[in-house]
């Protein structure tokens, strides 16, 4: 097997004091390359935290943690810088805006179909252009590892859906290690290979997702896995909590 290109120990991580429960309780998890894994999990099961630590945003205090050189991080807010215009905030992925970079901020731009807003400011894009030039910013700097943390969340149906196959083609023609936090079961199942839920700090379910690319909602067993992931997220069919409909 070739070597994982993130490898997690015991990794665990805590906030409060020694008396409270930490919120990554001796997580081991490895990610091959070019391998995309989803991570779900309920709000405030530590999804972020687990993002920000394999981005190395955050110290590991407990337990071990290999990560690769070249990592990049999506965040749901782009975080653009508003006094840059659209390819300088590209750039900035590669420290220097120099006419090389410049040009490879131009090809990041054109395969994020926003080569028309190279010169505009970032308060003048909309939210999924905005999430486009992240994604730009991400790509240029061609990650092993790309991170994206909930990237779609604030975007309407419509562009959420267009953001969905563009992050698949781009995925499929750069082939970096992907790790996608995402409340969003049906997301996780059109691009995932690999589902990971993380419940009270641990991983309760590492599934994987045997269904053919492209991904469609109709494929054969979509709704199967579906209907599991949503059963290991504690909610049934419908929406409704498991165990407050068991009691
Ligand atoms: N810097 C911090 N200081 C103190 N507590 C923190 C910090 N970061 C996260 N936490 C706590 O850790 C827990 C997990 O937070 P985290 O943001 O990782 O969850 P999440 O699964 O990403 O949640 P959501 O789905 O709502 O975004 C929460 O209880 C949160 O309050």
Redo the contacts with the bound molecule.
Sequence with gaps: MTSPVVSLRGLSRR??GPDEPP?LNGIDLDIAPGEFTALL????????????TLAGLDPVTEGEARLPERRAVVFQEPRLLPWKSVWQNVALGLRGETAANRRKAQAALREVELSHREDAWPLTLSGGEAQRTGLARALVREPELLLL??PFASLDALTRLRMQTLVAELWQAHRPAVLL?T?DVEEALLLADRVLV?DGGRLSADLPVDLPRPRRRALPGFNALRVKLLASLGVDEDGHDAASRAA
């Design positions: 906030f409060g919120v999990g309920r709000s405030g099961s530590g999804k972020t935290t687990l993002l920000r943390d909930e936090v409340h993380l």
